[in-house]
């Protein structure tokens, strides 16, 4: 074979337009030839020589082919059904923003600027405390019945520990005392 024609085979090849004769002959040709610049093709050819035959596919590779390509489609469409509620959930948020927004501005109350008479100003803000005041003394009477219960409490603990202060002196007066009765008894019996 001469250069310019395995050039020109080489070129189909690559390009995929050889056919099954044309590659059989390349295969052969390189079977027994080592043409300088083209070692790489030696070794492509040399491998297809020394390959083992492909074997044929499953009978049911097919069917698996289908089926992967199938859940892939399922994983697809669950993705598509994301890639439109994402969109309009955050569009969602952002209607959501503007109307508490706009209903904020809407109900806003305007303060009346006092700052022209400091003694209205101040009268203002004293009353504004002391309702203040009156509010915070409501929710600490609120409280009283929780104190009232912390207090009783108090006094029946102090309760339990006098009675078991005493409860320990009396057990400690009869532990000696048997202990006595058994130290008379142990001499007598001796």
Sequence with gaps: MKEE???NLIGKYY????TPEEEKDLRDYFASNSPAGFEAEKEIFSYYMNALEIPEPSD???ARIIDRINAI???RGSNRLRSYITPLLGIAASLLIISGLWFFYQ???ESNDTYDDPAIAYAETIKL???VSVQLNKGASA???VSKLNDVTERGIDAISKSSGKIEKNMTFLTN???NADLQLNKNNK
């Design 60 to 62: 049911d590779l097919e």
């Design 5 to 7: 024609e395995l050039k």
């Design 73 to 75: 489609e399922g994983i």
């Design 15 to 18: 390009d995929g337009l050889t």
């Design 129 to 131: 405390l002391y309702s």
């Design 177 to 179: 005392s048997f202990k």
């Design 143 to 145: 409280l009283e019945p």
């Design 107 to 109: 109900n806003r109350i």
